[in-house]
């Protein structure tokens, strides 16, 4: 099996390079067939109105949400996160996966992304935030994995991870063994 990337817009390259240096098979998604031969998922970061726009032809996103809902372990970094809320984007309902509420582009525009300290699971490192949301709030059953100082920048409910950072873009050790834990062994799937 391999972990589906959704490639309709976005990060989606930065992922499968993640992917290939834990030695991970993977499928770029862009139509409900490909689906049909992945036990996890990665939602990438870009443009969260642009992707809900793409995926209108096809009903892609109907597809995800039945797979992500069996159980797989699924992650979603920035856009990722936005599209896994259960906020509504531009009209648009999302996946509604998380139960949280997203405020998009929270830190800021494009020219204000920066790099910062987070505290991911049980480790800490530099990550970047570009045009990232913000997680203004979530429900009783979802619990906060990663902080930037005080403020929630990571949340998992179930199989799910949404992450406001791209950990994609600097894949460092740390990163990547967590990475290969939640998608490869299906291990802190829940746990948390």
């Keep these: ?4 990337i959704l490639a309709l817009q976005g990060s989606f390259y930065e992922h499968a390079t993640a992917l290939k240096q834990i030695n991970r098979d993977y499928i770029l998604i862009k ?4 689906l049909n031969k992945i036990d996890s998922l990665i939602l990438p ?10 995926e209108e032809e096809n009903n892609l996103f109907e597809n995800i949400k039945t797979l992500i809902d069996s159980g797989i372990p699924t992650l979603g ?6 599209l896994l809320s259960t906020n509504d984007v531009q009209g648009k309902e999302t996946l509604q996966s998380i139960d949280c509420t997203i405020e998009r582009n929270s830190y800021g525009r494009q020219n204000q992304s920066f790099e910062a300290l987070v505290k991911f699971h ?16 979530y429900g009783e059953d979802v619990k906060p994995i990663a902080f930037l100082d005080n403020e929630v920048v990571g949340i998992q409910q179930n199989n799910v991870v ?6 994609e873009l600097t894949n ?9 834990s939640f998608i490869l062994k299906g291990s802190n799937v829940g746990t948390l």
Excluded: Q
């Excluded at 099996?1 to 589906?4: A, D, F, I, S």
């Excluded at 460092?172 to 290969?180: A, K, N, P, S």
């Design 162 to 167: 949404g992450l406001s950072f791209h950990p």
């Design 122 to 137: 049980d480790f800490t490192g530099i990550y970047c935030f570009i045009r990232a949301p913000k997680i203004i709030n």
């Design 31 to 34: 139509r409900p067939e490909d």
């Design 77 to 82: 970094t920035c856009a990722g996160l936005i």
């Design 45 to 54: 970061g870009g443009e969260s109105t642009a992707m809900l726009k793409i």
């Design 172 to 180: 460092d050790v740390h990163y990547l063994e967590w990475l290969e």
């Design 1 to 4: 099996m391999k972990t589906g």
